[in-house]
């Protein structure tokens, strides 16, 4: 069996490669405990804006060509056309932390 990615991209460029990271597995397994923990939100998430920052997008491909999307912004998350909540954006924030060291000092505090 093949072995999962999961790549963590910051969502703030509109016309520039957004900045990604990947984590290691004791994160990658924290996230996905966490995510399955999520509480279900009735109806569609809010949109999350235009320019400037809209969110963390987190990916998972696995080897037979799976690929699982989440989008945290403000507090939701969007997953396979359904809302989450993530209160206080406790998930969002952690994944910001973790790819301080992929990010500018700027890009940083604007998702922070």
Same mark, same amino acid.
């Given at each position: 069996?093949?072995?999962?990615?999961?790549?963590?991209?910051?969502?703030?460029?509109?016309?520039?490669?957004?900045?990604?990271?990947?984590?290691?597995?004791?994160?990658?397994?924290?996230?996905?405990?966490?995510?399955?923990?999520?509480?279900?939100?009735? %109806?569609?998430?809010?949109?999350?804006?235009?320019?400037?920052?809209?969110?963390?997008?987190?990916?998972?491909?696995? %080897?037979?060509?799976?690929?699982?999307?989440?989008?945290?912004?403000?507090?939701?998350?969007?997953?396979?056309?359904?809302?989450?909540?993530?209160?206080?954006?406790?998930?969002?924030?952690?994944?910001?932390?973790?790819?301080?060291?992929?990010?500018?000092?700027?890009?940083?505090?604007?998702?922070?």
């Amino acid at each position: 069996m093949f072995s999962a990615m999961l790549t963590i991209t910051a969502m703030i460029y509109s016309g520039l490669p957004n900045p990604s990271w990947t984590v290691d597995r004791a994160r990658e397994k924290q996230l996905l405990a966490a995510i399955e923990a999520l509480e279900p939100r009735p %109806g569609p998430c809010p949109d999350s804006g235009g320019l400037g920052y809209s969110g963390i997008q987190v990916s998972r491909k696995t %080897g037979d060509g799976e690929k699982q999307r989440w989008l945290f912004h403000g507090g939701f998350v969007t997953a396979d056309g359904k809302c989450y909540l993530d209160p206080e954006r406790r998930i969002e924030k952690w994944l910001v932390e973790t790819g301080k060291a992929h990010l500018s000092k700027d890009e940083f505090e604007e998702m922070h």
